[in-house]
């Protein structure tokens, strides 16, 4: 199956911009999702498509994809930005759809 | 509102199984595929496999091929995601996602293996 490889963390500045980028072969193929996730609780979709914010996410956050690698990006990060970022994708293999997480990038806010 | 509904928490030793539901309500049950993710303590998510609840259709991560069966109820909008041969490294909190686009999240349900 394939692999999604992203930085194991990321610090920014309040108020700057970060990107987490994640990297595999599938993405070649499929568009990535990403997903934040707090410190116990479940995940929560930030990003699908080729940049699309499912309703309550602020528009800060935004997602791009070129070859093999998809970034997610947050301008003007914020406080409550600081947690753990996911992303996914269908996976090429198989003969039924499999999908694949990438490692997680932990994001900290300064 | 649409939401999903998981199963409380679980302790079970090596060897048995466990058998984890996940209620849907606020949509139509059979529209969405329901998929399977774990996260072991402090690690990242893992896709384990999903189902379709109108067909009843399932596709399994490699990985779990042989150990995991995911069924459902559509009477009672439930899906349900059973491991067997459960061992220490099962340890972890299971959660059910709707979609491709895994847009909605249960609360997770913790499983633990010991003896």
């Known amino acids: 199956s394939s692999e999604l490889t992203q930085d194991p963390a990321v610090s920014v500045a309040l108020g700057q911009t970060v990107r987490i980028t994640c990297q595999g072969d599938s993405l070649r193929s499929y568009y990535a999702s990403w997903y934040q996730q707090k410190p116990g609780q479940a995940p929560v979709l930030v990003i699908y498509?080729?940049?699309n914010r499912p309703s309550g996410i602020p528009d800060r956050f935004s997602g791009s994809s070129s070859g093999n690698t998809a970034s997610l990006t947050i301008t003007g990060a914020q406080a409550e930005d600081e947690a753990d970022y996911y992303c996914?994708?269908?996976?090429?293999?198989?003969?039924?759809?499999?999908?694949?997480f990438g490692t997680g990038t932990k994001v900290t806010v300064l | 509102q649409v939401q999903l509904v998981q199963s409380g928490a679980e302790v079970k030793k090596p060897g048995a199984s466990v058998k984890v539901s996940c209620k849907a309500s606020g949509y139509t049950f059979t529209s969405y595929d329901i998929n399977w993710v774990r996260q072991a303590t402090g690690q990242g998510l893992e896709w384990m496999g999903w189902?379709?609840?109108?067909?009843?259709?399932?596709g399994y991560a490699q990985k779990f091929q042989g150990r995991v069966t995911m069924t459902r109820n559509t009477s009672i909008s439930t899906a349900y995601m059973e491991l067997s041969s459960l061992r220490s490294e099962d340890t972890a909190v299971y959660y059910c996602a709707r979609g491709w686009g895994f847009d909605i999240w249960g609360q997770g349900t913790m499983v633990t293996v010991s003896s």
């Open positions: 498509g080729k940049n």
């Open positions: 189902m379709n609840p109108n067909s009843g259709n399932t």
């Open positions: 996914n994708s269908r996976d090429s293999s198989g003969n039924h759809p499999n999908y694949v």
